[in-house]
């Protein structure tokens, strides 16, 4: 579902001297469907910019990501833009908030781009949002004013709200309970038993120990040290 | 699938000074794209010549319409043009009293463009206008009031479902939080946003504020003394911007 | 030098009002610029209505001039001097007599026949102008037949007085193409511009003629839901007990009386002289 061949990549700032600082090199990965593989290595090594590699947000230098049929290093906006909607999942580390938008909408709102009647998506978003403990009378208000934890439930409400083929994880049990935490990881139990391919980041060990199939050491794309 | 539009080799010439020069590119339904730069980076131009209120020196614009199939907007006639700005585009302007009739109330605001394409039952077109109003979060008590009673932000709100009221599929739009206090600038993306989804709506967005780009646009072009130095999806354009001076104003940004 | 040119005007400017008559003739409705000349009354006093008079008649026509339909007016009486001055034409006060009929405001009761011409006096000859000031506009919207904002005007009027407050210029779509203003005669009059007579408008201060030719369609705008009315005050003519006809009201003195009165002066007289009496008419005779 997800495969990633000798991709690699390298900031040039230039606005400080041009000065370049290569990232990645020689990254290679294969995810598939029912498998969720962690990434595991030191802060700073890359676990964060393989998942944005992978989700287009950054742009690969070189190799090939492909997820389904889609070469996401090579493929047009248009192409990704249909991709995330459709097939590619992102939780981030931070829930990027829009003013005024209520918390029940902010969940609901992948299913609605998909075309799903507004009436089943909100049910669908209020069922994740009880599962992870939001109470209900937060449901109409906007995130912006929530706490860290709940900011982060409420952005993995959003990332599970469809059931997507492929799904990129970052610190989803970051900031949160024992309770909750359980909680999520049985949402990415329950997307693993449907299919889904997944790609995961997580500093808690047991969590990782507990869904993880396998584990991928990202300090193995560093770059080369110049010699 | 057909792009809804296709920008080809647009330039635009003051003189010898560049206006806009090499833009291309394709636009599809239910896009947004962004278009930013600083003063001077040809924005406006550009916005201008693909929306037909200027004449490009080169290049095509080649509209999908629904009659004939790809028209380059660039040699249509001017009635054909006219035509279409009315029913199936919309350009919001930065001041909304550049697109109102500020002497003319709500309700006519709105319904001036189903007038003019022929509907004649008072009663449809009032019940129309007073849908839109209650779209844009504008009392429908407001009907017969005129936007020179309207705040700022209303004005902005009226003048998008003037706009709407027809269905176009491509919205042109410069600066269309500009002069707004920042709350209500909040509240007419939103609004906004909702709409492009509701409506399938694609739109050309220009504006200097990254804020905005982020919120509403899917793609993202930068601009600078009128070339077009970079272009891709929003979000990987500002997170990893490759050219430089997309580089320095993602770095000018204050963060709150 | 006491002799005019037949009808003051130069036979060369003659020509060229003819040829705007005739080219407004060809496109029913649009204006159609042209050289206004000085004349010897001011801008604002009919120069464009006597303009197309003084290059219409012959030596042959009667003339008749009415202001808002009475022959006696200060000016209609010093237009029809002026021609009898300067082109030495026939003049009449009743409409069945006469062959060109130059007319400020109204349309005459009577019905007119193929042999007649009606010259109105026209103010401001553009409909759009009060809604869209700018010249450059208004004629892009003519060529291109962007009327929208017409029906914009009389949804204003509807919103804002429950009915189309417009009483009189009222704009009209000639032959289906070109909206006109017929000048500020009632809307009362407005059905009589489908007619047997030619119809010409001359604006002289803003420089514009315009006609209709005879038998051509000529339909109020209106909305589906709230249709057109030629309406007036509904009380007969109390000289000659008329009900069919648009009246004037005269107040009589200062203890609120008043009578309504034929605004077209022939038409009552003619009334009278057939024997119909209105409700102050026996009075008057007695």
Same mark, same amino acid.
């Given at each position: ?227 | ?52 209120? /200027? ?133 007419? /993306? ?67 | ?286």
């Amino acid at each position: 579902m997800i495969e990633l061949q000798n991709v690699s990549k390298s900031f040039t700032l230039h606005n400080q001297g041009s000065a370049v600082i290569p990232v990645m090199e020689g990254a290679t990965l294969v995810v598939k469907p029912g498998e969720c593989v962690g990434l595991i290595g030191a802060s700073g090594a890359g676990k964060s910019t393989l998942m944005r590699l992978i989700y287009g947000n950054y742009l690969a230098a070189s190799g090939s990501i492909m997820v389904g049929d889609t070469d996401v290093a090579k493929a047009e906006p248009r192409e990704i833009l249909e991709l995330r909607r459709k097939t590619l999942g992102y939780v981030s580390q931070f829930l990027r908030v829009v003013p005024r938008v209520p918390a029940l909408d902010v969940v609901a709102e992948p299913l609605l781009s998909v075309g799903t009647p507004i009436e089943e998506a909100r049910e669908k978003a209020a069922t994740l949002l009880a599962g992870l403990n939001i109470p209900e009378r937060l449901w109409s208000l906007s995130p912006t004013t929530f706490s860290g934890g709940e900011q982060q439930r409420v952005n993995i409400a959003r990332g599970f709200a469809y059931d997507y083929p492929a799904l990129l994880l970052d610190e989803p049990t970051a900031s949160l309970d024992a309770q909750n935490r359980a909680t999520v990881l049985g949402l990415i139990e329950a997307a693993k038993a449907r299919g889904a391919a997944i790609i995961g980041i997580f500093h808690d060990e047991a969590a990782r120990e507990q869904v993880c199939d396998r584990f991928v050491d990202v300090s193995g794309f560093s770059p080369k040290a110049a010699a | 699938m057909t792009p809804l539009l296709q920008v080809k080799d647009v330039a635009k010439m003051y003189g010898v000074r560049i206006g806009c020069t090499d833009v291309s590119f394709d636009l599809y339904p239910g896009e947004v794209m962004g278009i930013v730069g600083e003063s001077g980076s040809g924005k406006s131009t550009l916005l201008n010549c693909l929306a037909g209120h /200027l004449a490009p020196d080169r290049g095509e614009v080649i509209f999908d319409t629904r009659a004939d199939g790809p028209v380059d907007m660039v040699t249509m006639s001017e009635p054909a043009r006219r035509m279409l700005g009315r029913t199936d585009w919309a350009f919001v302007h930065q001041h909304a009293r550049d697109g109102l009739r500020m002497s003319v109330s709500a309700g006519g605001n709105i319904g001036e463009r189903l007038m003019a394409v022929g509907d004649r039952h008072y009663g449809d077109i009032r019940a129309r206008a007073a849908d839109w109003l209650g779209r844009v979060e504008i009392s429908d008590a407001r009907i017969d009031d005129r936007p020179s009673a309207f705040s700022g932000g209303m004005q902005q709100r009226l003048q998008i479902a003037r706009n709407l009221v027809t269905g176009p599929r491509l919205v042109f739009m410069d600066e269309p939080t500009g002069g707004l206090d920042v709350s209500v600038q909040a509240r007419l /993306l939103d609004l906004l946003r909702g709409l492009v989804r509701e409506m399938g709506l694609s739109a050309i967005i220009v504006t200097h504020d990254l804020a905005v780009v982020r919120l509403l646009a899917d793609r993202l072009m930068v601009m600078k003394d009128g070339h077009v130095v970079e272009t891709g999806l929003t979000d990987q354009v500002l997170d990893d911007p490759q050219h430089g001076y997309t580089q320095l104003l993602v770095s000018s940004v204050l963060q709150v | 030098m006491s002799d005019y040119n037949f009808a003051y005007l130069d036979e060369q400017t003659k020509r060229m009002i003819r040829r705007a008559i005739l080219k407004g003739l060809a496109v029913p409705g649009y204006q159609v610029p042209f050289a206004s000349r000085e004349m010897p009354m001011p801008y604002g006093w009919g120069t464009g209505g006597v303009q197309v008079s003084a290059a219409t008649l012959t030596p042959e026509d009667t003339f008749k001039v009415i202001d808002q339909g009475a022959d006696d007016t200060t000016n209609a009486v010093s237009i029809r001097k002026f021609f009898e001055r300067t082109a030495g034409v026939a003049t009449t006060e009743e409409t069945e007599k006469a062959s060109v009929i130059q007319t400020r405001h109204r349309i005459p009761e009577a019905e007119l026949t193929e042999d007649q011409i009606l010259v109105y006096q026209v103010p401001i000859p553009e409909p759009l102008r009060f809604l869209e000031p700018r010249e450059t506009e208004t004629r892009k919207m003519h060529a291109l037949q962007e009327y929208g904002l017409m029906h914009v005007k009389l949804y204003e009027d509807i919103s804002q007085h429950g009915a189309i407050a417009t009483s009189y210029a009222y704009p009209v779509k000639v032959s289906d193409r070109y909206v006109m203003d017929p000048s500020p005669i009632p809307k009362f009059d407005n059905p009589k511009m489908e007619m047997a007579a030619i119809q010409l408008f001359g604006a002289g201060r803003e420089q514009r003629i315009y006609a209709v030719p005879p038998y051509t369609k000529v339909v109020s705008l209106d909305f589906e839901d709230y249709p057109f009315e030629a309406s007036k005050a509904d009380h007969p003519c109390d000289l000659c007990a008329a009900e069919d006809s648009y009246l004037d009201e005269v107040i009589l003195d200062d203890a609120g009386n008043r009578m309504f009165v034929c605004s077209d002066t022939d038409y009552c007289r003619s009334r009278r002289e057939a024997g119909h009496v209105g409700r102050l008419g026996e009075e008057a005779a007695a």
